[in-house]
């Protein structure tokens, strides 16, 4: 039967242990020794999960020795200081304590069994490697052959002190090669720990860096995109302004520059438009002034020669309406009625009136009868 894990239960609980005993995360945009300070709190509390559980395995077995049982629940409770230490960021000093507690741990359980260390407990030396993997992972990988050499010397003191067994003893003196095998054993887990470590550290260091050249390289971009646009924006602002001033050049006062608020000339843009909309007032009062001036002029022309006078479309129609009206409700002058011409008579013994050009016909014709020359 397959056991079907899915993986977005497993992120779940993932991310729950790390909200538990994880450290808190940091922004995307940290620098990579607080990115990696995360990632080493973060795979140290597996391997303090890993210990614990080491520790605890035992306890069913122990239950009846107290001398070793001791011992366990010491370690267990150092571990979970630790594991809180850890949660603070504080790795190298929970590193330390594991360390500790470790090899006392495993100390402790093989001079505490009556008679000395056996034989048969040669095989817990090896769990010393232990040291060696938490020091890699949570200290740095030059740290697994630091404690190579504590754990050797471990092991070494304890196969020439007198806490060993005399079995213990005798077999030693018979078949040194049991601290050479030991030996062998932290000194080929230590180089690989160190390996895998260092080079996995590396790893990370160069894909972090190939991270911050990416975001260089967007950021660059992002910088010239944007030198492209305000560019393209100064083009299109100077352009667009110098349209408006050729508009109010040329006469045109109800011209403006169209740039929107995002443009970064939209200030310029704004003090032009405020300045060509008080130019715009200033030309309609000088209109509406020579229009009144025309229409005054038009008016006493009109009051001269006795004409009505006609609206204009200016303030001074309302001086036109009240001569208008003023005409229109005065009441007409009287005019008196001719008299006819009286007829004089004209005298018994008066000549009548005659024209004068009739008058000179006859004295010229008299003239010529009474003189006998003619």
Not at 15 to 22: I, P, R, T, V
């Amino acid at each position: 039967m397959s056991i079907n894990l899915n993986p977005t239960r497993q992120g779940a609980l993932v991310n729950q242990w790390y909200k538990w005993f994880g450290p808190a995360p940091v922004a995307p945009d940290a620098s990579f020794k607080q990115r990696d300070a995360v990632r080493r709190a973060q795979t140290a509390s597996w391997i303090l999960l890993v210990v614990i559980i080491l520790v605890l395995l035992p306890i069913p077995e122990v239950l009846d020795k107290p001398f070793v049982l001791i011992p366990i629940f010491i370690v267990a409770v150092c571990d979970v200081v630790a594991l809180i230490l850890n949660k603070y960021k504080q790795t190298k000093a929970a590193g330390i304590i594991v360390i500790i507690t470790i090899n006392f741990g495993l100390l402790g359980t093989l001079l505490s069994v009556p008679g000395g260390m056996p034989v048969a407990d040669l095989p817990v030396l090896d769990l010393l490697i232990q040291s060696v993997i938490v020091a890699a992972c949570m200290l740095g990988a030059g740290w697994s052959f630091v404690l190579m050499f504590v754990n050797i010397g471990i092991i070494f003191g304890l196969l020439h002190s007198p806490a060993i067994s005399p079995e213990l003893r005798a077999a030693y003196a018979l078949n040194p090669n049991v601290f050479i095998q030991a030996v062998e054993v932290e000194a080929m887990v230590a180089v690989i720990v160190f390996i895998l470590v260092y080079f996995s550290d590396r790893a990370i260091a160069n894909l972090d860096r190939s991270e911050e050249i990416v975001a260089m390289e967007r950021q660059e971009l992002q910088r010239q995109q944007e030198e492209l646009n305000l560019k393209q924006q100064l083009d299109e602002g100077i352009r667009q302004l110098m349209d408006t001033h050729t508009q109010v050049a040329n006469g045109n006062y109800g011209a403006r520059a169209p740039l929107a608020q995002d443009n970064v000339l939209w200030r310029v843009a704004y003090s032009l438009n405020t300045l060509l909309a008080r130019l715009a007032s200033n030309a309609n009062l000088e209109q509406e002034r020579y229009q009144e001036r025309r229409a005054i002029r038009q008016l006493a022309e009109n009051l001269m020669r006795g004409t009505t006078p006609q609206r204009t479309g200016t303030a001074l129609d309302e001086v036109i309406v009240a001569l208008t009206t003023r005409a229109s409700n005065q009441p007409p002058r009287s005019v008196s009625p001719v008299q006819p011409a009286r007829i004089v008579p004209a005298a018994p013994n008066s000549e009548p009136l005659q024209n004068p050009i009739q008058r000179q016909y006859d004295d010229a014709s008299w003239r010529q009868r009474s003189d006998p020359r003619i």
